[in-house]
């Protein structure tokens, strides 16, 4: 369970005495997660969640962050709203550590997202890069090519214990990808994290998209190809073309690619599988005890970037470029 941090009965009724949404009958740590500690919090004005930021979160990138929320759900992206206490501010400090109130989001996250889900979530990232387009924060990815370096530093001298080899491959990757990288894409807020367990689904249809702590300034086309690779790939590791296709004819529909976003598509996609294999093993081999956290499989994101490596060209995901 994703809680590295607890709550005292106190410090919660300190907390909502700053707010309009009435006093706490319950407030339960959640299961899913990996990044922060996420509470359900029932109070007698309602649901809502309650998260606290932990380690990957600078505090000073909150406000990008819960402006960025309030933002896309004034503009009809479904996305959850900070709670604002009677000061007007959203961001508070719980037990030590930033903290927030969400509004909570019906829907459930799909365990096994079929091909018109893909349509739909193409659709809806297309409206959400639109709609981030007058938002005035901006926030640099610094998970992009330049910090994947010293994630790998980080991890290279254990690196060999997860697989065989993986040290060297990732060397080789690092360099292609930071001599290859593409620039002058069109780019501005994109999610970056928009995995299927951030993507709550009610009666087919997305209801809201949560989680946006890694979101940031960067191609809209990196956004679709992280999407690529949380969505388009099979529980056994095989690339499933059809759903990569309805991806794009969802995206496109709101969004045409450009043709340079489309020939950059595969490089893109070694990056994004890069970025995740990266920080999946830094928490492979950094684990926190009694975090009671399931930390995820690097080596699922190494079977995607060979993938990509191999692709050939973005007639691989369906489009003709
Ligand atoms: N606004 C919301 N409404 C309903 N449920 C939510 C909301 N925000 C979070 N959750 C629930 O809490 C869980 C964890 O939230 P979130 O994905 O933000 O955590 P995280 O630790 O940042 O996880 P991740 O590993 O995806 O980065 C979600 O899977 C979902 O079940
Ligand atoms: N979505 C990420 C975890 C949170 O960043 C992953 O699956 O590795």
């Not at 309009?20 to 407030?27: E, M």
């Not at 019906?106 to 079929?114: I, S």
């Not at 997305?206 to 809209?220: H, L, P, R, V």
Request: charged residues 20%.
């Amino acid at each position: 369970m994703a809680v590295y941090t607890e709550i005292g009965d106190d410090e919660l009724d300190d907390l909502l005495h700053q707010y309009d949404i009435g006093r706490a009958l319950s407030c339960k740590g959640i299961a899913e997660g990996v990044e922060n500690s996420n509470y359900l919090l029932h109070t007698t004005g309602g649901y809502f969640i309650l998260t606290l930021y932990e380690k990957r979160v600078n505090p000073a990138d909150l406000p990008f962050f819960l402006g960025l929320m309030d933002h896309l759900a004034g503009r009809q992206v479904p996305c959850p709203t900070p709670i604002h206490g009677r000061d007007g501010a959203a961001l508070r400090a719980v037990a030590g550590r930033p903290a927030a109130i969400i509004a909570f989001a019906e829907g459930r996250a799909l365990t096994k997202p079929g091909p018109d889900h893909c349509q739909r979530l193409g659709a809806a990232l297309a409206e959400l890069h639109l709609a981030g387009s007058d938002f005035t924060r901006e926030r640099p990815n610094a998970l992009s090519v330049g910090g994947w370096r010293p994630l790998f530093e980080a991890s290279r001298a254990r690196a060999d214990e997860v697989a065989p080899g993986l040290a060297a491959e990732l060397e080789g990757e690092l360099a292609a990808l930071e001599a290859g990288w593409p620039g002058g894409l069109p780019e501005g807020v994109i999610h970056a994290d928009l995995f299927p367990d951030n993507v709550l689904f009610l009666d087919g249809r997305i209801n809201a998209f949560i989680d946006f702590y890694f979101a940031c300034n960067d191609a809209f086309a990196y956004d679709l190809a992280i999407c690529l690779n949380a969505w388009c790939f099979e529980k056994d590791g095989s690339f499933n073309a059809t759903k990569a296709r309805k991806l794009m004819a969802g995206y496109q529909g709101v969004r045409p690619l450009e043709a340079a976003e489309m020939a950059a598509l595969p490089l893109l996609a070694r990056g994004a599988a890069i970025r995740f294999l990266l920080t999946r093993l830094y928490d492979w081999l950094n684990q926190i005890e009694g975090a009671l956290v399931k930390p995820k499989n690097p080596l699922e994101y190494l079977a995607k970037l060979r993938f990509h490596r191999d692709a050939g060209g973005p007639g691989a995901y369906g489009l003709d470029a």
